[in-house]
Each structure stands twice: as C-alpha cells, then as structure tokens.
C-alpha cells in the first residue's frame, strides 16, 4: 500500500466533509449570525462531542484500534472477530447508560459548560434532543476503527458528509417550518445533528458486510456478561483507563475555555466556532489524515518488533506535517480576513462578526503545527500501547493553558483563547517528539536541514504574496460583489500555492519522495 496515496485519498474525502461542514457553518451564519441562539446550539453541540471523544474517536479509539490491528497480525481473523464482538456488546450497553444519565443531568451540564448563556433553556433542550447523536456516533468510531485495520479507509473518511448534508439540508428546509409553527428556527439544526447520526451509522453496516466484520451485539445479561469476561476487552479497558484521563484532560480544557468564552460576551463563542471550523481545514486534512493511516501501520511494525520501520513512518509524517501545515499556519496568520470575509459575511453575520473570527484564528495560526503534530506524535505513543506518557504531558499542557489564559483573555478577550491552545498545542507537540527521541522510538532519517530550509524558503514567498494580497483588497467593501470577492480568493490562494510547490520544486524538492510503501 502506499501511504501517501492512502492519506491522499483520506485527505480528499476529508475534504469534501470539511467542503460540506463549510457550506453548513456559512448558511447557519448567514441565517443566525453570531448571537445568544446560536452560542446555545454550538453548546448543546459541543455537549455531545465532548463525550463521543470519550466513547469514539478519543479514548475508545487510542485503546481499541492497536490491540485489534495487533490481534489480527498475531491471531487472525476469528479471533479478530470475537474481539470485535466482545467490545462492541460492551460499549453498546456503555453508551445506554451515558445516554440516559446526559438526558436526566442535562441542566447541570450546561451550567458547567457555559453558564453565562443568554438563552440557557434552549440550550438544555437542544443537549437533550441531541444526546442520542453520541450512541451513533460511537458505533460509527468502532466501524471505522475496524475499517480502517482492514486498510479501507474511504467509508470512514466520508462519512462526515452526511452530518453535514443533513445539517444543510435541516437548515435549509426545515427551519422555515419551524418558524411558521412557533418553533425557534435553531431547533431544526437538531433535527440535523440527530438524521446525521443516523446516515453515518447506516453506511458503516455494508462496509463491514463485505470484509466479514460487522459486529454481533448481544443486548442480553448472559450477553453482556460474556462480552465483559473476554480478555481483549479488559486489555482495552485497561488502556482506555489513562486514555479516558487524557481525553477527560482535554475536554476539560475545552469547557473551561467554553466557560470562559460564555463570560467574556455575548457571540464569542459563536466566533470562536467559526474559527474552528476554518482551523480544522489543516488539522483534518493534514492530522487526522496521516494520523488514520499512520496508527495501523505503527501499531503492525510495533507488533512485529521492525523499529526501524515504526521509525522511519513517524520520519515521513512529521515531514509531510511541515511541509504541509507550516504554510497553512501561514496563511491562517497573514490572511485570516479574506476568507472569513468571503465564507461568513454574508446575511446576519455582520463586519464586527468578520473582525472578531479572525483575531480567533489567527490565535489558532500561530499553534497549527503544533495541532498537527499531535494527531502525528500521539499514535506514536498509543502504537506502543503508551497511553500514560501522552496523558501526563496533557496534564501539565492544560495547567499551563489555562495559566495563560489568565494573562490573554484579560488582554485580548476570546482571541485569547484561541492563543492559548495555539501555543500549549507547540508545546504539546514538542513534549511529545523529545519523548519518542529520548525513548529511542525514533531517530530522524538524514536530510532534516536541507529539507527544512526548501520548507521555509517557500513558505516565505508564500506568506509575503498573501500579505499582499490581503491588504490589496477591501474585503470587507466588496460584500455586494460575492462572486467577484470569492473571486478573488481563489486567485489569490491558488497563485500562492501555484508559487509554494514551484518553488519548492526549483529547490529541488518533490513529492514522489514521499510515496513510502506500507
């Protein structure tokens, strides 16, 4: 397999999900702006991804996919299967429980996570309408896991899609009806989030239909005891224990940082949302990407003892992640405002709204590579089955964000948030790559300064036409002219990405050198 043809194709079907969710955050924006409605939906929503990071993609995931990829290297396919099995019935009954708890606690959530909303009640509604959406959420966390083992990578990577497909659709046709009967229009965005759940989950089902993998839930109590006594699922209970601390640890951050945000005034969640939706283009594209096809070949050489080769793949990823996000961070930094202008100003969201999800992003900016890095670094550790050493550094990096949010927020208000995770996230990431150094799990492969020094040369020119274009164009001004505006910006990032890769090129740098064999 190649890898990068593989994180390509995550990368592209990544895309259209970060395309779509694009779309949906631009029409949400321009039908309910930045105020009090809309910061209790994007809580509510919040709400139930926090907790999918417990029970999906976060600790589940980190615990389950390298003992699965190891079971089936070592023990093959029935064994696999049972495994699959066990954990499945586990988590189904896990997820019932939660769930149930979420609905009844609700208020008390909310009131931790933002207790200065304006619209509190909606957003206790909304958290409980949407609660359910973790359920499906997690099943769809353990298909792709399985998925993802058996190196078919595409279903899992698209679909994200039809969370926003529905969210669009939602928005589009639904809330008009909900306005006509005296229902507040944001309530059709939880319509959205709950058909979304429901999409993703029914297209993971003959995915694993074909390669013989779906999962067989028992819903009875010898069921549920059986699952509970096999031996794969204590081992990733056993690791999901300091997962659950890390992931607990981060989540954490980010109520505070909620909490903080719901203080500072009304809207600065919502530009923060924004923001985000923006940053995650990079993270998702780049990170995720490499980190989805990176954590089953970590964990295969890890299990067959090749440290060379466990090596040598974390060598390529951390290359790909500087030659692909330090000009992304770049651009997040030096042309912040033509994009939020193009994508948002439009409709309720206002100039004021454009200026405030900018200064977010440009806090997010300067931390990118540090965000990247995790997705890249972190597998290193769980490849390993080292899930304490993320955890404690994690501790520490949460300690130290919310020491300087003392020192930002006072002095930059919800941008300084977003400053804040930017450079706990360098921090994080730096933590990391001196761990996996010092243990001896990697060794960087010959031609760092080299490479590095095309990386920056290119980036620079990149940086220097963006500036320029940036402050060449009233963005802002040409709200009348949409198309010409977009126009505009597609020119101007496609020129720099025309001259980022050319010169790159002309230093001798090509991205053949990266199709490494997995």
Request: hydrophobic share 55%; aromatic share 6%.
């Given at each position: 397999?190649?890898?990068?043809?593989?994180?390509?194709?995550?990368?592209?079907?990544?895309?259209?999900?970060?395309?779509?969710?694009?779309?949906?955050?631009?029409?949400?924006?321009?039908?309910?702006?930045?105020?009090?409605?809309?910061?209790?939906?994007?809580?509510?929503?919040?709400?139930?991804?926090?907790?999918?990071?417990?029970?999906?993609?976060?600790?589940?995931?980190?615990?389950?996919?390298p003992l699965l990829a190891a079971t089936r290297a070592k023990d093959g396919d029935a064994a696999t299967r049972d495994l699959i099995d066990a954990v499945a019935t586990v988590l189904l009954w896990a997820l019932i429980v939660t769930c149930a708890i979420g609905i009844a606690g609700a208020p008390l959530i909310v009131w931790l996570m933002a207790a200065g909303l304006q619209e509190f009640d909606a957003a206790v509604v909304m958290t409980r309408l949407m609660f359910p959406y973790i359920a499906f959420m997690s099943l769809v966390a353990l298909s792709a896991g399985i998925l993802n083992t058996h190196k078919r990578f595409a279903v899992p990577a698209a679909t994200p899609v039809l969370l926003n497909l529905s969210l669009i659709a939602a928005a589009w046709w639904l809330t008009p009806v909900f306005e006509?009967?005296?229902?507040?229009?944001?309530?059709?965005?939880?319509?959205?989030?709950?058909?979304?759940?429901?999409?993703?989950?029914?297209?993971?089902?003959?995915?694993?239909?074909?390669?013989?993998?779906?999962?067989?839930?028992?819903?009875?109590?010898?069921?549920?005891?059986?699952?509970?006594?096999?031996?794969?699922?204590?081992?990733?209970?056993?690791?999901?224990?300091?997962?659950?601390?890390?992931?607990?640890v981060a989540q954490l951050s980010l109520l505070i940082n909620t909490q903080i945000a719901s203080q500072v005034g009304v809207g600065a969640v919502s530009w923060l949302t924004y923001a985000d939706r923006l940053m995650e283009f990079p993270t998702a594209l780049l990170g995720v990407a490499l980190g989805v096809v990176l954590m089953p070949q970590l964990s295969g050489a890890q299990a067959s003892g090749d440290a060379a080769r466990y090596s040598a793949l974390l060598d390529w990823g951390l290359r790909l992640t500087l030659l692909l996000a330090l000009p992304c961070a770049v651009a997040l930094l030096v042309f912040g405002q033509p994009m939020v202008?193009?994508?948002?100003?439009?409709?309720?969201?206002?100039?004021?709204?454009?200026?405030?999800?900018?200064?977010?992003?440009?806090?997010?900016?300067?931390?990118?590579?540090?965000?990247?890095?995790?997705?890249?670094?972190?597998?290193?550790?769980?490849?390993?089955?080292?899930?304490?050493?993320?955890?404690?550094?994690?501790?520490?990096?949460?300690?130290?964000?919310?020491?300087?949010?003392?020192?930002?927020?006072?002095?930059?208000?919800?941008?300084?948030?977003?400053?804040?995770?930017?450079?706990?996230?360098?921090?994080n990431a730096g933590w990391l790559l001196v761990g996996l150094r010092r243990s001896g799990a990697y060794s960087p492969q010959p031609g760092w300064p080299a490479f590095a020094w095309r990386v920056f040369l290119a980036t620079a020119l990149l940086g220097a036409l963006l500036a320029y274009s940036a402050r060449a164009i009233d963005w802002i001004g040409l709200q009348q002219n949409p198309w010409q505006r977009a126009g505009w910006l597609a020119s101007s990032l496609g020129a720099a990405a025309l001259l980022y890769f050319a010169a790159l090129a002309a230093c001798g740098l090509r991205l053949g050198q990266f199709a490494q064999r997995g």
């Open positions: 397999m190649n890898l990068l043809r593989a994180a390509s194709t995550v990368s592209l079907l990544t895309l259209a999900s970060r395309i779509t969710g694009l779309v949906n955050q631009m029409i949400q924006a321009a039908l309910f702006g930045a105020g009090a409605w809309m910061d209790a939906y994007n809580v509510a929503f919040r709400i139930p991804n926090l907790l999918r990071r417990l029970f999906a993609e976060g600790a589940f995931s980190q615990a389950f996919v006509r009967r005296g229902i507040p229009p944001i309530f059709a965005l939880t319509a959205g989030v709950m058909l979304g759940g429901v999409l993703q989950l029914g297209v993971q089902v003959p995915a694993l239909l074909r390669i013989g993998s779906l999962p067989r839930l028992g819903v009875g109590w010898a069921s549920m005891r059986h699952a509970w006594q096999h031996p794969g699922v204590s081992r990733v209970m056993r690791q999901m224990a300091p997962a659950l601390l890390g992931v607990s202008a193009v994508l948002f100003h439009h409709g309720a969201f206002q100039a004021s709204d454009v200026h405030s999800t900018v200064t977010a992003l440009m806090g997010y900016g300067v931390g990118l590579m540090g965000l990247v890095g995790v997705k890249i670094l972190a597998p290193g550790f769980y490849a390993r089955q080292d899930i304490r050493t993320p955890v404690r550094i994690a501790i520490v990096v949460l300690v130290l964000t919310q020491a300087m949010n003392l020192v930002t927020v006072p002095l930059l208000g919800h941008a300084g948030l977003a400053l804040s995770i930017g450079m706990a996230a360098l921090v």
